[in-house]
């Protein structure tokens, strides 16, 4: 499944549906893992991440990760390959997505903090990247 | 389950890395007889614009997964707006096929 095109700093959701064979849904022995590779390499940027299941009361085989694209992406296209065992067979399965221009790789404010000090105020704030900046004077 | 569907966006003179799961009749994924061969064709007709084989050898050890490179310039017939099909063909004792698509902006 293509992706789609993304910019740096986002969280990019990876969705798997563990199936056998059949393409019957079904709880992997382990859980699924996948790696990431740029456009012009078979070396991963990220490899062998393992995948939290979702609903799992609910739900069989269903995984869902959220991959924040930091600092070791850059823009271009990438692949993703997502593997899953059940039983003794071994699965596997491909996305893409594209890094277009725009955002940053610290990723967006998580945290803002007033902070008044007698000469100057301040705007404290953390990214997703666990960067703290201080931002003098803000004004609406 | 069986492909990647739409590739993505390209540019003209981009390098398009080809990438493609080999899986077996039980969509267990699995090495490939041979090298998978491969044939862009040109969404307006049917015939090949680029072919070609991806690699011999699993890529990054993963079992089946096979890549390869294309270059998406002028010189190998590609042109800006177009819109392509990949059919990948490869052998685990039977014949398989999966077909993908991009479009050169």
Redesign the interface.
């Known amino acids: 499944?293509?992706l789609g095109?993304r910019e740096l700093g986002e969280w990019l959701p990876i969705y798997l549906v563990c199936?056998s064979?059949?393409?019957v849904e079904a709880a992997p022995v382990v859980a699924p893992a996948y790696?990431i590779?740029p456009?012009?390499s078979?070396?991963?940027l990220e490899?062998d991440v393992t995948m939290p299941p979702i609903n799992r009361d609910e739900l069989t085989g269903h995984f869902l990760a959220h991959h924040r694209l930091g600092p070791k992406f850059s823009t271009g296209?990438y692949?993703v390959?997502k593997?899953w065992t059940v039983g003794t067979?071994?699965?596997?399965?491909?996305?893409?997505?594209?890094i277009v221009g725009g955002g940053s790789s610290k990723g967006a404010y998580v945290g803002l903090f007033w902070y008044e000090r007698p000469h100057a105020k301040y705007l404290i704030g953390q990214l997703d990247d666990g960067t703290i900046e201080r931002r003098p004077s803000p004004r609406l | 389950m069986l492909g990647d569907g739409f590739m993505g966006f390209f540019s003209i003179d981009d390098t398009l890395r080809l990438d493609l799961q080999c899986l077996n009749g039980s969509l267990v994924a699995s090495a490939p007889d041979s090298a998978p061969s491969w044939a862009i064709y040109d969404n307006a007709d049917d015939s090949a614009v680029q072919t070609g084989s991806l690699g011999s050898s699993d890529a990054d050890s993963k079992t089946g997964y096979r890549t390869g490179t294309v270059e998406l310039s002028t010189a190998n017939g590609f042109a800006s707006g177009g819109y392509y099909r990949i059919r990948y063909a490869y052998a685990v004792t039977s014949n398989f096929a999966v077909t993908k698509r991009f479009q050169i902006l």
């Open positions: 499944m293509n095109r199936r064979g059949p393409l790696s590779y456009g012009d078979d070396t991963p490899s296209h692949r390959l593997e067979n071994s699965f596997a399965e491909t996305d893409s997505f594209e």
